[in-house]
């Protein structure tokens, strides 16, 4: 689970706001009495001694007392996004939304205390007795493709479900109105994939609201156990009513039969309510269409009588869990209603119930809107692309906006204190409590916020709305600790946690990340719109204090040189350690870690985050903070700086540095399974021969002149095919690596070692892009390389999808063949901008 190991960090700058216990589990300090005898000179050569070493221990511990604190400490510096931004009153537009991307459907609202919406389904009359019931995204559910067709971020959205010989379509339309949020309905339809099916199975779909006890909800049943209606009310949402529409044929107005089920539960905590539902489905029902033989189903046996015996779920804070089960012969629709009490006394009930045929208008002229919008965007009719490419083109857009998720509870963070020379060691501590609004890598896989990869989220989303890429990237910075740090997997809330590993829960406070964000804000600057201005000047200080947390914790061994902090140590089944907090994890470093290292890759992005930084200062008339970072990024800019540091004259590329031998090999050494084996030549200091992405940076992030001397000899080696070419677009490790294609252990294979990745195409596209229109010797070349990788990177991608349904993690270098986790939305939909030529 290679993202699932995924990096950390710890270091300077300015706090605020501390948190009681943030070093829970230091070792507590003992007052010793020493005696001495008066007047003997053993006793004052003793005290002599003993006096400054018990000071010094006790320094040491306040020093790692403190910076444990500091870890968990949120910072000082004023909030990017102003006060409630996520409250229905400041954001009412926002406040509902498809904010839980890890189930197939499901809405909740932007708050630390939800309402929390949801669908399950089954197909009932399975071989085995008991019905395969769906409910959150998995790899291995055998359910799709499945995914967004459309999705606007906002109010509306469509998607389709594969499942086995189901099609489910999911579709929601929100209506503004009154103080908290408007009103929204989803409409559920299923049918048999194929047409002319014989045998059409019996479903069941299960609708279920969670709350977290405090709100109160009240059902009220009608005949047969149907649900008339669900009303409820909250501080936040004041008065509202859920109610369950008679299902009907697709397309129809008229009434099908169904039979119903409810259960009405205290909530057992969200990770558990998939298995709460399966271990209720244990009695057999009968299905019984007027004029139509009867069928049997597993059904919830429950009842709108209040499950729980004994003292009240809702008394103890444990809120209610109802869930109304629907069952019926395919095909069919069915709508769910929700309407707030303000809004409908605000107006919206003088426009009629959003359902039946005013669902399918609305439903019919947002889907209309959304293609406009997205032709006016990104312009790919204009461009000549295939209406094929540009169905692509909004189902990336839309997975990656319908994958945006509401999260909130504290994360586990371990202070580093071994850089302050101590040996006290603390146990992980709780981050305070804060939400994040992001988007996440992969729905089924990963579906939390990882730092790196919101950056390239960002630089799509921020085409479509600018204002919820303000809003994602405040939130970002809102996790900023005492000292600038972010932590790069954010682990919040009961859902997200359930499905992470427990050895993979703990952020360490001195371990970085890409600071991709910086590309969305140098985006942002490069157009210069009011509202991205204004949020930028509120959002400086943090920009600042998380660029000078970078810049100083992960300082290298020479001046102007850096190094990632976390690397793995050597093991002897690890054929290279790797680099989780680089974000490219396995990519061969050097074969035996030290602090001697000198990380190319890293080097650069602090050169990209000190040149915004500036230029963002110098835009805002931050005078004292542009007169600082002018200097740095002249340095870091200075290109024959960046040749002592990192050009390896031997390879003919810029390579890390670092204690490095290439006679290391995994070999089988039974019983251990494979082991590694270090040969001749002996590890020494020198430039690691990687040949792949990090030996690109300097081009990937634009910081070479157009006339420099380097630029020539990376573009031959970009369009090498023996090298990084191929015909699905850059390989992450040339094919001429000893390492290209390795196992890094018994259990681990190659991540970072061929794979094509988009995220980094898309850099090279843009680099290439912007070569290629700088007047210099390379202009041609740089324009040539750009229209034949992206032909390659856009066919594949679009092969892919056409072949599965889905958008993948990574791609064969060899094939072209979708790999690793899918459906993998996140950056996988910066194909959307390549169609574009949008850099």
């Known amino acids: 689970m290679a993202r699932g190991e995924r990096r950390r960090r710890g270091a300077?700058?300015?706090?605020?706001?501390?948190?009681?216990?943030a070093a829970r589990g230091c070792p507590t300090r003992r007052e010793r009495r020493i005696g001495v005898a008066r007047g003997t000179v053993g006793g004052?050569?003793?005290a002599i001694v003993v006096l400054p070493l018990a000071l010094t221990l006790s320094g040491s511990w306040l020093l790692a007392w403190h910076r444990a604190r500091r870890a968990v400490t949120l910072h000082s510096a004023p909030p990017a996004l102003p006060p409630d931004s996520s409250s229905p009153t400041v954001a009412p537009d926002l406040f509902w939304g498809t904010y839980r991307p890890h189930v197939y459907f499901g809405m909740k609202t932007r708050s630390p205390q939800p309402l929390l919406t949801g669908l399950m389904w089954a197909q009932q009359g399975a071989a085995s007795g008991t019905p395969k019931l769906r409910h959150t995204c998995e790899q291995g559910d055998g359910v799709g493709p499945y995914g967004w067709e459309f999705h606007d971020g906002l109010s509306f959205g469509r998607q389709h479900i594969q499942d086995?010989?189901?099609?489910?379509?999911?579709?929601?339309?929100?209506?503004?109105?009154?103080?908290?949020?408007?009103?929204?309905?989803?409409?559920?339809?299923?049918?048999?994939?194929?047409?002319?099916?014989?045998?059409?199975?019996?479903v069941s779909l299960f609708f279920y609201v969670v709350t977290d006890g405090k709100e109160v909800l009240v059902p009220e049943v009608g005949a047969k156990g149907q649900l008339k209606f669900i009303s409820g009310h909250s501080s936040e949402l004041g008065d509202f009513r859920f109610t369950l529409l008679a299902p009907t044929s697709p397309g129809d107005t008229a009434p099908k039969y169904g039979s119903y089920n409810v259960f009405w539960s205290s909530n057992p905590g969200l990770p558990l309510l998939t298995e709460m539902v399966k271990s209720r489905l244990n009695s057999w029902f009968q299905h019984r269409p007027p004029g139509a033989s009867s069928d049997r189903y597993l059904g919830l046996p429950g009842s709108l009588k209040w499950e729980d015996r004994g003292p009240s779920g809702q008394e103890h804070g444990q809120g209610q869990f109802l869930i109304q089960q629907v069952t019926l012969r395919v095909p069919f629709s069915v709508e769910l209603v929700f309407e707030s009490g303000s809004a409908q006394a605000g107006g919206n009930q003088a426009l009629g119930q959003l359902s039946g045929s005013l669902l399918t208008q609305a439903l019919e002229t947002h889907a209309k809107v959304f293609r406009e919008r997205f032709e006016k965007t990104f312009q790919l009719q204009e461009k000549g692309l295939s209406p094929e490419e540009q169905s692509l083109g909004q189902a990336a857009l839309s997975g990656l906006l319908g994958g945006i998720g509401y999260f909130y509870g504290q994360g586990l963070v371990l202070p580093d204190i071994r850089d302050e020379g101590s040996e006290q060691k603390v146990d992980p501590a709780l981050f305070p409590p804060v939400p994040l609004f992001t988007a996440v890598p992969s729905r089924s896989f990963f579906p939390r916020g990882f730092l790196w990869d919101e950056g390239f989220h960002q630089l799509v989303i921020q085409r479509w709305d600018p204002r919820l890429t303000r809003e994602a990237l405040g939130h970002w910075l809102g996790l900023l600790n005492a000292d600038g740090w972010i932590g790069r997997e954010q682990v919040l809330g009961d859902e997200a946690r359930a499905r992470v590993p427990p050895e993979f829960l703990v952020q360490r406070a001195a371990h970085a990340n890409p600071?991709?964000?910086l590309l969305p804000v140098a985006h942002m600057l490069e157009h210069g719109d009011p509202a991205d201005l204004a949020f930028l000047r509120r959002a400086f200080p943090r920009l600042h204090a998380w660029f000078s947390?970078?810049?100083?914790?992960?300082?290298?061994?020479?001046?102007?040189?850096?190094?990632?902090?976390g690397r793995d140590p050597i093991l002897p089944t690890l054929l290279n350690?790797?680099?989780?907090?680089?974000?490219?994890?396995?990519?061969?470093?050097?074969?035996?870690p030290s602090?001697?290292?000198?990380?190319?890759?890293?080097?650069?992005?602090?050169?990209?985050?000190?040149?915004?930084l500036m230029q963002l200062a110098e835009q805002l008339g931050e005078a004292e903070a542009a007169e600082e970072l002018r200097p740095l990024a002249a340095s870091l800019g200075a290109e024959e700086i960046l040749d002592e540091l990192h050009w390896a004259p031997e390879l003919g590329v810029f390579a890390d540095f670092g204690n490095h031998t290439k006679a290391v090999q995994l070999k089988p050494q039974p019983p251990h399974g494979l082991v590694r084996v270090v040969g001749r030549p002996h590890p020494r200091l020198q430039y690691v021969d990687a040949l792949g992405y990090v030996s690109l940076f300097p081009l990937l992030l634009r910081l070479l002149d157009p006339h420099s001397s380097r630029l020539g000899p990376l573009l031959d080696v970009l369009a090498d095919s023996r090298h990084l070419w191929s015909p699905f677009g850059l390989r992450s490790l040339a094919a001429s690596s000893p390492f290209y294609g390795q196992r890094n252990s018994e259990h681990d294979p190659p991540y970072w070692r061929g794979a094509v990745w988009l995220n980094i195409n898309y850099l090279a596209l843009g680099a290439l892009h912007h070569y290629g229109h700088l007047e210099g010797p390379h202009q041609a070349q740089a324009a040539k390389l750009h229209s034949e990788l992206r032909a390659n990177v856009v066919g594949n991608v679009l092969r892919q999808y056409r072949a599965t349904g889905f958008l993948w993690e990574q791609y064969s270098d060899r094939d072209g063949r979708g790999m690793g986790c899918r459906p993998f939305q996140g950056w996988t939909s910066l194909v959307l901008l390549a169609m574009a030529e949008d850099y």
């Open 12 to 21: 300077p700058t300015d706090g605020g706001r501390t948190v009681e216990g």
């Open 44 to 46: 004052a050569v003793l």
């Open 164 to 202: 086995g010989d189901l099609r489910l379509t999911t579709e929601f339309v929100k209506r503004p109105g009154g103080l908290h949020g408007g009103d929204w309905t989803w409409r559920v339809t299923v049918e048999p994939q194929a047409l002319g099916t014989s045998s059409l199975p019996l």
């Open 515 to 517: 600071p991709t964000l």
């Open 549 to 565: 947390w970078l810049h100083q914790s992960q300082a290298g061994p020479e001046p102007l040189s850096y190094r990632w902090r």
């Open 577 to 592: 350690p790797k680099t989780l907090p680089s974000g490219l994890d396995d990519y061969p470093r050097s074969s035996h």
């Open 595 to 612: 602090a001697a290292e000198r990380h190319l890759d890293l080097r650069c992005w602090v050169a990209l985050g000190a040149r915004v």
